[in-house]
């Protein structure tokens, strides 16, 4: 898999986690905790992006 797919796909990833977070902060069944572990997995895959952008410039 090429660098700039790889991106691609962690972007995907990133975008599909950020609407699942918006749609648990709207559900009230979906407790604190969980949406934090949601936080924590978008903000590592943010990272990942940044990190691997940085190396193709």
């Known amino acids: 898999m090429s ?6 796909e962690l972007k995907k990833k990133h975008q599909t986690l950020s609407d699942a977070v918006e749609a648990a902060q ?3 069944s979906v407790d ?3 949406i934090a572990d949601m936080k924590k ?3 590592k895959l943010k ?3 940044n990190r691997l952008s940085s190396e193709t410039v």
Not at 3 to 8: I, R, Y
């Open 3 to 8: 660098l700039s797919s790889h991106l691609e």
């Open 26 to 28: 709207r559900a009230p």
């Open 32 to 34: 604190d905790l969980t």
């Open 41 to 43: 997995q978008k903000l």
């Open 47 to 49: 990272e990942e992006i």
